[in-house]
């Protein structure tokens, strides 16, 4: 059984990275990373940030033929019921541009409820940043969170008959602005350039302290990702064995 996992950022894939072996996977050019986890071989790739790059990635990545796509990483709350450091399985991802929606895999949806994630009725993909408690409120009619890499994920899986999903963590609060438009600060390939973070706070240093505690916030959500994560793919590892031992017992 192959495994891929798809996490925007190296922050985000940072909390599961120190639980498990990982080695860098030297023949894709982009990030990948390969482990072990019982009867699955699992591939992590880094996307970046945002919905074109995680499609140039993903569409490259699936080439590896693997049997279960999984799109993971942090999310922003839409509801205040939904507090950081939650995580969550998305029953659907709708595209919010488009409205469009792809279902997740019933099978893998049930298989993170039995491990005891969360389940959310949709998660938003958006092509851009939602900043603003304001604009969270607004879009937590249609969804439970957001991100802007998951339709991506699930569409390019979805034409190549992998069945996927979608598993995510909150990493700030429906009624938390966050301390800047990231998408300002990325490079070309959709990762966070700190010297443009630190020239952002050198014109507007009050937003030190809610950047801080962004960060903590991710590093908890992250965190409480990776051990849900780590044992889900344990799971799906474990079925994927007895369904080869049933298969083999059968043919005897």
Do not use: H
């Not at 019933?106 to 408690?133: F, N």
């Amino acid at each position: 059984m192959k495994i891929l996992v798809s996490f925007a950022l190296e922050n985000e894939f940072a909390p599961w990275r120190r639980l498990r072996s990982f080695t860098r996977a030297t023949e894709s050019d982009f990030a990948a990373y390969d482990t072990r986890v019982e009867a699955a071989d699992v591939r992590v790739v880094l996307t970046g940030v945002g919905p074109e790059r995680a499609r140039f990635v993903i569409t490259r990545a699936l080439q590896w033929g693997p049997s279960v796509c999984i799109s993971s990483g942090v999310a922003g709350s839409l509801r205040a019921t939904y507090g950081v450091g939650e995580v969550f399985v998305a029953r659907e991802v709708m595209e919010l541009e488009s409205e469009r929606t792809i279902v997740a895999d019933r099978e893998l949806v049930d298989a993170a409820e039995r491990r005891g994630v969360r389940l959310a009725e949709r998660l938003l993909s958006s092509a851009k940043m939602v900043v603003t408690a304001e604009g969270k409120g607004r879009l937590g009619r249609m969804a439970e969170a957001v991100e802007m890499e998951s339709f991506a994920v699930l569409t390019e899986a979805a034409a190549r008959k992998i069945p996927s999903v979608a598993i995510r963590a909150i990493s700030d609060a429906a009624d938390q602005d966050l301390p800047m438009d990231f998408s300002a600060v990325l490079d070309n390939q959709g990762k966070v350039q700190g010297s443009k973070v630190a020239r952002s706070l050198a014109r507007a240093p009050q937003k030190l302290p809610s950047l801080l505690r962004l960060g903590r916030n991710t590093r908890l959500a992250a965190t409480k990702l990776a051990e849900l994560l780590d044992g889900y793919i344990l799971d799906l590892a474990a079925r994927a064995d007895r369904s080869t031992e049933m298969a083999g017992a059968t043919r005897a």
